[in-house]
Every structure is written in structure tokens, then in C-alpha cells.
T-cell receptor, first 111, second 112 residues
């Protein structure tokens, strides 16, 4: 079946460090998004990136659709970056317009 | 503010109760979604509506009944739920299918 796999599952860093989160997907995608879920459960939309590269402040993302992976980069981490980062994708011909989510990367930024 | 509002934020109900979750979006979107997030599990798609028509039911038990009266409103009617249905229920919307989805803050549901 269609799969979205994220790595690493857990990541603990010191404030100021850089990090790279990876998302592998099992088929070509027509929608790929990165989200940050904060401790209150709110799911914040970071990037819509089915292909290419985007940047927003300290965050950037790259999706290489032909190789079926996406990367989320966080630079100069802050404690407020802590939380769970989800990658989610929808697939053409999958019969569903909704997103299939990975299990997430739990990021902890220590002061 | 994401433009997607869910009410109530928290709900505690017994297994024999009937309640409804509400989602409203002010983004002019035409597609709306229900997702379920249980502890220790990935978010799971439940239902998809495009232009008020249901286009996806991801094998959801009949004790969950969605309703989409117009493109701005989505409901999830609940009846005779089980303890394992306790979860965070998230609503999302997008302009059309396969466009970026924007999520509400969720309803945290506890079944006693």
C-alpha cells in the first residue's frame, strides 16, 4: 500500500543547532506537505511542496519527486521549534484526495 | 488563525450519548476533510467532501456519520462510541482536492 516514512523518529538537539528531517514516499505524489504539531495539538502548515525547493525564514524544504523523498531543514534551532513534524502526501490514482501521514519526527530543542 | 474553526475544543461523552462535532471554514474552499489522531498513531483520514459530495470514506465505522450541508460547514455526528474512539479529531479544508490543506485546532474527544 501507499506509505509515507519519516526519519529519524526522535531528535534531541541543543538550541542553535541545525537539523534535517527526511520523508520517503512509496509512489509519485500530487500533494506533499510538511506540518509542525505543537504541544497543544495544533497542526501548523509549514510547506506545500510536491516538488522543488522553498524557504521560509529558518526553515526550508526540498522535494525530489523522481527519487521519492522530501527533506525539511531547520537552521539555528530555537526551543519553540520543539514538537512533532509530520510529512503527508496524496497520491494520484489512489482513490483518495486526503493526505496519508507519516508517523512524525519528535523534535526536542534544549536550551 | 488558520481560517478553519472547530467546536467544541473538548468533549467528554458516555458511550450511549449522541453528539456532533462542527467545522467551519472562512477560506472559500471547496474540499473538506475529517482526520483522526489517536495516541501513538499517525493521523488517519476518515472522510473527504468535494463540493459537498462525499468522495472518500476510509472504512470508518457507521457510528461516525459525516454531514456537509454546504462548502463552508462540515459536521461529524457521533453515536454509541467506544472507548477506543477517544482521540483528537481534526478538520481540514483545501481550495480543491490536492491543493494545500489547512487544519483546524481539533476537538479532543474522551469517551467514558
Amino acid at each position: 500500500g501507499i506509505q509515507v516514512e519519516q526519519s529519524p523518529p526522535d531528535l534531541i538537539l541543543q538550541e542553535g543547532a541545525n537539523s534535517t528531517l527526511r520523508c520517503n514516499f512509496s509512489d509519485s505524489v500530487n500533494n506533499l506537505q510538511w506540518f509542525h504539531q505543537n504541544p497543544w495539538g495544533q497542526l501548523i502548515n509549514l510547506f506545500y511542496i510536491p516538488s522543488g525547493t522553498k524557504q521560509n525564514g529558518r526553515l526550508s524544504a526540498t522535494t525530489v519527486a523522481t527519487e521519492r523523498y522530501s527533506l525539511l531543514y531547520i537552521s539555528s534551532s530555537q526551543t519553540t521549534d520543539s514538537g512533532v513534524y509530520f510529512c503527508a502526501a496524496s497520491f494520484p490514482g489512489g482513490g483518495a484526495d486526503g493526505l496519508t501521514f507519516g508517523k512524525g519526527t519528535h523534535l526536542i530543542i534544549q536550551p | 488563525e488558520t481560517g478553519v474553526t472547530q467546536t467544541p475544543r473538548h468533549l467528554v461523552m458516555g458511550m450511549t450519548n449522541k453528539k456532533s462535532l462542527k467545522c467551519e471554514q472562512h477560506l472559500g474552499h471547496n474540499a473538506m476533510y475529517w482526520y483522526k489522531q489517536s495516541a501513538k498513531k499517525p493521523l488517519e483520514l476518515m472522510f473527504v467532501y468535494n463540493f459537498k459530495e462525499q468522495t472518500e470514506n476510509n472504512s470508518v465505522p457507521s457510528r461516525f456519520s459525516p454531514e456537509c450541508p454546504n462548502s463552508s460547514h462540515l459536521f461529524l455526528h457521533l453515536h454509541t462510541l467506544q472507548p477506543e474512539d477517544s482521540a483528537l479529531y481534526l478538520c481540514a479544508s483545501s481550495l480543491i482536492a490536492n491543493q494545500p490543506q489547512h487544519f483546524g485546532d481539533g476537538t479532543r474527544l474522551s469517551i467514558l
